[in-house]
T-cell receptor
Framework: SQQGEEDPQALSIQEGENATMNCSYK?????LQWYRQNSGRGLVHLIL?????REKHSGRLRVTLDTSKKSSSLLITASRAADTASYFC?????????????FGTGTRLTVIP | DVKVTQSSRYLVKRTGEKVFLECVQD?????MFWYRQDPGLGLRLIYF???????EKGDIPEGYSVSREKKERFSLILESASTNQTSMYLC????????????FGPGTRLTVL
């Protein structure tokens, strides 16, 4: 399976601290994405990094990708209570007609006010 | 903004019932997906479709079928619901042009008694 795996499974930090989540995957990819899911809701796309990129920023988010290690990390700086959610990495698998994504099991982040 | 809607947020059905989960997207996306999400297992792809009347099996199609009669609508059908189909069901869509990013609906939490 190409499914990604996030690490840690759960993370609890104080507001203002940085949160780092990691993702490992098994096969070659074209890109890797991070999604966020608030409790009981759908997933929301956060950021995409392509296989030829090593680092990407979006606001307080910083994503790195190491294709040699088949791993990625998501850093949320200056965390806020509203960042409390589950975070998933997703890798692509090009198939005929549609691009499927393989999701990891997620990291549950709790930011304590 | 892309909007993906699902017909119900919560649904309770009895074993053996036929269950329809509806998903509608308003962005003229070609690709649509049905996932189920269970604790510790992440998101698993049930079926996907990249065009009207086209469907492809995902990782766990057993016990499910789908229908895509119109481009904006993708229905998931549980022919005879069983208790092991109690889960959160998430619909997503993506465009062929920007096929890397999927847009998710809010999810339907289905309980089969």
């Amino acid at each position: 399976s190409q499914q990604g795996e996030e690490d840690p499974q759960a993370l609890s930090i104080q507001e203002g601290e940085n949160a780092t989540m990691n993702c490992s995957y098994k096969t070659s990819i074209n890109n890797l994405q991070w999604y966020r899911q608030n409790s009981g809701r759908g997933l929301v796309h956060l950021i995409l990094i392509r296989s030829n990129e090593r680092e990407k920023h979006s606001g307080r988010l910083r994503v790195t990708l190491d294709t040699s290690k088949k791993s990625s990390s998501l850093l949320i700086t200056a965390s806020r209570a509203a960042d409390t959610a589950s975070y998933f990495c997703a890798t692509d698998a090009k198939q005929t007609g549609a691009n499927n994504l393989f999701f990891g099991t997620g990291t549950r982040l709790t930011v304590i006010p | 903004d892309v909007k993906v809607t699902q017909s119900s947020r919560y649904l309770v059905k009895r074993t053996g019932e036929k269950v329809f989960l509806e998903c509608v997207q308003d962005m003229d996306h070609e690709n649509m997906f049905w996932y189920r999400q269970d604790p510790g297992l992440g998101l698993r792809l049930i079926y996907f479709s990249y065009d009207v009347k086209m469907k492809e099996k995902g990782d766990i199609p057993e016990g499910y079928s789908v229908s895509r009669e119109k481009k904006e609508r993708f229905s998931l059908i549980l022919e005879s619901a069983s208790t092991n189909q109690t889960s959160m069901y998430l619909c997503a869509s993506s465009s062929q042009r920007e096929s890397d990013t999927q847009y998710f609906g809010p999810g339907t939490r289905l309980t089969v008694l």
